[in-house]
C-alpha cells in the first residue's frame, strides 16, 4: 500500500518542485518508484504552487468542524449549574 503523502521524502519533494518549474518529468514513474499515486502527487503540486515548500508540510487531519459537539453556550451553562448545586451541598453528578 502506498502512502498518503512525502513531506520527508526529498526526491519527491524535489520532483514536485522540478514540475512546479515548468520541467518535464515522468510523473508516473517517480510516483511508482517512491510508492504514492499520481493523485497524491498533483495534489502536492497544486499545494507547492499555491503556498511555496511550506505547502508540503504536514498537514492536520483533524475535523474543520464538529457539528456533534455540544455549542459553547450549552457546555458553560451546565458547567455554571453543577457549579451552584455544588456550592449548595446538592449532588450534582458525573
Known amino acids: 500500500m502506498g502512502r498518503t503523502g512525502f513531506e520527508m521524502d526529498p526526491a519527491l519533494v ?3 518542485a522540478r514540475v512546479a518549474a515548468g520541467e518535464k518529468v515522468n510523473v508516473s514513474g517517480v510516483c511508482r518508484e517512491h510508492g504514492v499515486s499520481r493523485a497524491v502527487f ?4 497544486d499545494r507547492f504552487r499555491e ?8 498537514r492536520s487531519r483533524a475535523p474543520r468542524t464538529r457539528p456533534t459537539s455540544t455549542p459553547a453556550p450549552v457546555g458553560e ?11 449548595q451541598g446538592w449532588d450534582h453528578g458525573a
Open 51 to 58: 503556498h511555496g515548500s511550506a505547502g508540503l508540510a504536514p
Open 14 to 16: 524535489a520532483a514536485v
Open 77 to 87: 451553562a451546565v458547567v455554571r449549574a453543577r457549579k451552584e448545586l455544588a456550592d
Open 42 to 45: 498533483y495534489r502536492k503540486l
